[in-house]
């Protein structure tokens, strides 16, 4: 038999292999009545172990898919002549993938006229200036480098630059061999979702929570659970016992805003180091505080290795760039490298450089304290704004980030609609809830707000969200 059977992806060698093999009668390369080559002979074919190759025989065999004749071999069962095959089949009949549940369809869309958009900022606030300086001395860099391919960990200066940069921003003592640079924070999330979660695992989420980090683990076959949050974070007593990886938004909940109390981290990481849980810190926006010194990451107080740290550049300079960075835990670093060796190899080996050459030139310190005073005087102008409204929505208290989030006072009906007819782009922030809300309401991103606009819209949004439902 000449077959190509892709063994490509992750997970154990006998279920791609068995994959492979049913694919291959699925689509009718391999036909009813045809012999299979013995285990040891394919064995050999694929580079495999014999026993890997009698594992899958024996699981199609179990399932009907395959027969074996006693002194004659394995065969494919005649049952499945009436078999349809792909080719076959038309568009109508073929829907999503099996292991893809759809994309998020949150954040996004049309322009409109006020911009409340969550975890969006506002590029024309960049220094451009030393940031082309920069990306032109990463070009002379690279005339001069013989190395084939960046390193698949990152650029070592710019490793360095983040090692510092979350010393003294976030209180987290790590060294540049501890961190990954990823394509943004989400493929940080895939990574460790490749090494750490198998199909069937429980992966339990924050509810309400982020989208496209429940869309990663879904996509990994895992089993879902939502853990809800109140006034001090994440419920610690309702994570599942079985869990294998928590993934959390500690520094400012997403969306709700508030932070994981000090008495919920310890007894958490207690939990984690009892019932060896992986804990995914997604630190999306936490530089910015708005009273008192910007709280120190949950990994700072990690002394066991349970804790995997997110962090992008996404809200701090530009979302553009796709760099993001993953502090590995020492039990998963080999992994984590492994996996990214063999998914896209390395981080655009330019933008690295240059961001390197702007952290250690000290523009991004600069940048980040200038875009921190702004945020303040942007958050307190559309606090006092909503503040004119209060017979309609609650603000609910936030400390940190780029984004807050209100409660309706009464019900409002077609949110989406009234948003879309008044031009306001906002996200109802029952759309990141996977049951049903406890509270409706609204999430309002003012990272790319325009000073000048917060009043006008604020005050479009209160007509808008006040008006009663037309008939």
């Given at each position: 038999?000449r077959?190509y059977l892709?063994?490509?992806?992750?997970?154990?060698l006998?279920t791609?292999?068995?994959?492979a093999l049913?694919?291959?009668l699925m689509?009718?390369r391999?036909?009813p009545?045809?012999?299979?080559?013995?285990?040891?002979?394919?064995?050999?074919?694929l580079?495999l172990g014999?026993?890997t190759v009698?594992d899958?025989?024996?699981?199609?065999?179990?399932?009907g898919?395959?027969?074996a004749r006693?002194?004659?071999?394995t065969?494919?069962?005649?049952s499945?002549?009436?078999?349809d095959?792909?080719a076959?089949?038309?568009p109508?009949?073929i829907?999503?993938?099996?292991?893809?549940p759809p994309l998020p369809?949150?954040?996004?869309?049309?322009?409109r006229?006020?911009?409340?958009?969550?975890g969006v900022?506002?590029?024309r606030?960049l220094p451009?200036?030393?940031?082309r300086?920069a990306?032109q001395?990463?070009?002379?860099?690279?005339?001069?480098?013989?190395?084939?391919?960046a390193?698949p960990?990152?650029?070592?200066?710019?490793r360095?630059g983040?090692?510092d940069?979350?010393g003294?921003?976030?209180?987290?003592?790590?060294r540049?061999a501890d961190i990954l640079?990823?394509?943004?924070?989400q493929q940080g999330?895939?990574?460790?979702?490749r090494?750490?979660?198998?199909?069937?695992?429980?992966?339990a989420l924050?509810e309400?929570?982020?989208?496209p980090?429940?869309?990663?683990?879904?996509?990994?076959g895992a089993?879902l659970?939502e853990v809800?949050?109140?006034?001090r974070g994440?419920?610690?007593?309702r994570v599942?016992?079985d869990?294998?990886l928590?993934?959390?938004?500690p520094?400012?909940?997403?969306?709700?805003g508030m932070?994981?109390?000090?008495?919920?981290?310890l007894a958490?990481l207690e939990?984690?180091?009892q019932?060896?849980?992986?804990?995914?810190?997604d630190?999306y926006?936490g530089?910015?505080r708005?009273?008192g010194?910007?709280?120190?990451?949950l990994?700072?107080l990690d002394?066991?290795?349970q804790?995997?740290y997110l962090?992008?550049f996404?809200k701090?300079?530009?979302?553009?760039?796709?760099?993001g960075?993953l502090?590995?835990?020492a039990?998963l670093?080999?992994?984590l490298?492994q996996?990214?060796?063999?998914?896209?190899?390395?981080?655009?080996?330019?933008?690295?450089?240059a961001?390197?050459?702007f952290i250690?030139?000290?523009h991004f310190a600069?940048?980040?304290?200038?875009?921190?005073?702004?945020y303040?005087q942007r958050?307190?102008?559309?606090l006092?704004?909503l503040?004119r409204?209060?017979?309609?929505?609650?603000?609910?208290p936030?400390?940190?980030?780029?984004?807050l989030?209100?409660t309706?006072n009464?019900?409002v009906?077609?949110?989406?609609?009234r948003?879309a007819?008044?031009?306001?782009s906002?996200?109802?922030i029952e759309a990141f809830y996977?049951?049903?809300?406890a509270?409706?309401?609204l999430l309002?991103?003012?990272?790319a707000?325009?000073d000048?606009?917060?009043?006008?819209?604020?005050?479009v949004?209160?007509r808008a969200?006040g008006?009663p439902a037309?008939?």
């Open positions: 038999m077959l892709p063994l490509e992806g992750t997970g154990p006998r791609r292999l068995y994959e049913r694919a291959a689509d009718g391999l036909a009545g045809e012999a299979l080559p013995p285990s040891r002979g394919l064995a050999a074919e580079g014999r026993q009698v899958a025989y024996e699981r199609l065999i179990a399932e898919f395959f027969e006693r002194g004659s071999g065969f494919v069962s005649a499945l002549a009436g078999l095959h792909a076959d089949a038309t109508a009949a829907g999503p993938g099996r292991h893809w369809a949150w954040g996004g869309g049309e322009r006229r006020f911009n409340f958009a969550g900022t506002d590029r606030l451009w200036p030393p940031w300086a990306v001395r990463a070009l002379r860099d690279q005339a001069h480098d013989r190395a084939p391919y390193d960990q990152g650029h070592g200066p710019l360095g983040i090692a940069y979350l003294y921003s976030r209180g987290l003592s790590c540049p640079v990823t394509q943004g924070a999330l895939d990574l460790l979702a090494v750490r979660v198998a199909p069937g695992d429980v992966v924050e309400p929570g982020y989208p980090a429940r869309a990663v683990f879904a996509a990994r089993r659970v809800p949050v109140d006034e994440v419920r610690v007593d599942p016992p869990a294998r928590l993934y959390l938004t520094s400012h909940q997403f969306p709700l932070p994981l109390s000090l008495e919920r981290r958490l939990f984690a180091r019932r060896d849980l992986l804990i995914v810190e630190d926006d530089e910015f708005f009273q010194r910007a709280l120190d990451a990994k700072s002394r066991h290795g804790v995997a962090g992008t996404s701090v300079w530009n979302a553009d760039l796709r760099l960075y502090v590995m835990p039990g670093r080999g992994a490298l996996a990214r060796a063999l998914s896209d190899g390395a981080s655009t080996g330019l933008t690295q450089i961001l390197a050459h250690h030139d000290g600069r940048h980040l304290r200038r875009m921190q005073r702004l303040e958050r307190q102008r559309l006092a704004a503040a409204h209060q017979d309609l929505w609650t603000v609910l936030q400390v940190a980030g780029i984004h989030a209100l309706f009464r019900a009906p077609d949110v989406r609609g948003l007819a008044a031009s306001i906002a996200e109802p996977q049951n049903t809300p509270r409706t309401g309002l991103g003012f990272g707000l325009d000048e606009d917060i009043d006008a819209a604020v005050a949004l209160a969200c008006e037309r008939e």
